[in-house]
């Protein structure tokens, strides 16, 4: 498989980025090689190949997601720039 020139500029202008001629060949033999390695994967026999889930064996080893508070409402006060009794103060975003 392989691809062209006008395939490259679409692909460019989609992705909104622009270069040259000589930018734009580099890429053209770029992705010919990208492709041509897709290609020779799909040579493998993949028939008894069970599909991954996930890329290890591992399992997930995270703590339990338990709610609590660590600090008091006054304490998350305190360091505001702008609060008034009980909340932070921000600008207004709309009108």
Do not use: C
Not at 17 to 43: S, Y
């Amino acid at each position: 498989m392989s691809t062209d020139i006008q395939t490259i500029q679409k692909i460019a202008h989609l992705a909104r980025l622009e270069f040259n001629e000589a930018k734009a060949e580099e890429m053209l033999q770029d992705m010919n090689k990208i492709l041509d390695w897709m290609d020779k994967l799909n040579e493998l026999d993949t028939k008894n190949v069970e599909p991954l889930i996930h890329m290890s064996e591992e399992v997930n080893v995270m703590r339990e997601d338990v709610s609590r508070n660590t600090i008091s409402h006054e304490q998350g006060l305190q360091n505001a720039p702008k609060k008034d009794s009980d909340y932070f103060r921000v600008p207004k975003v709309l009108e």
